[in-house]
């Protein structure tokens, strides 16, 4: 069979399967911690659509965890992976111990992403600094390669002592100007 013999359906198989080995991420500790999952949606024969809720820690900044509900479709194309995913996602996040920055980070820097299609839809939970308050800020939203979604969810983080010998640290100090 020549070159130019090859079905159209083996070139698009071809192409899925390499864009969604693009897709799997580098490092298998960036995932987040599965906390549990609900069924929302009963399906007979496929997976049943679920709200699934995740726990990350701040890669950058020790001492804060945020948790994330995020609905996941059920479903053949859920089941084979190719569904779409909606927007709608919830998140709170809290002081787990002692604040302490490890670097410095500009507003608005990316601490979780995550593809919510094969192609051209993600989530991302950003974080930022109100210098003012001395309050770390944290916003979930999604995205898509052509038109964005207005759909999101802040959670702030207010940098309190925790301990008798904590001492607290200023945002400011770590925001890159």
């Not at 084979?80 to 920055?101: H, K």
């Not at 507003?107 to 593809?115: E, I, P």
């Not at 969810?153 to 940098?159: E, G, K, N, R």
Request: a positive charge; one cysteine or more; charged letters at 25%.
């Amino acid at each position: 069979m020549s070159f130019y013999a090859v079905p159209k359906s083996i070139w698009l198989i071809s192409f899925l399967l390499f864009a969604g080995l693009a897709a799997v991420p580098a490092n298998a500790a960036d995932e987040p911690d599965l906390i549990f999952k609900r069924s929302t949606v009963f399906k007979l024969l496929t997976p049943n659509d679920k709200l699934a809720t995740y726990g990350i820690d701040d890669p950058e900044v020790d001492g804060v965890a945020c948790h994330f509900t995020a609905p996941e479709r059920g479903g053949v194309k859920g089941w084979l992976g190719v569904a779409e995913e909606v927007s709608d996602i919830s998140l709170s996040c809290r002081q787990i111990g002692p604040i302490r920055f490890k670097a410095k980070f500009a507003q608005g820097d990316d601490v979780f992403r995550k593809r919510r299609s094969m192609f051209f839809k993600k989530m991302q939970i950003v974080r930022g600094c109100d210098t003012k308050r001395n309050v770390l800020v944290y916003m979930v939203y999604s995205d898509r390669l052509i038109e964005g979604s207005p759909k999101n969810s802040t959670s702030s983080v207010p940098i309190m002592p925790w301990g008798q010998n904590d001492q607290i640290q200023k945002c400011a100090d770590f925001v890159e100007k």
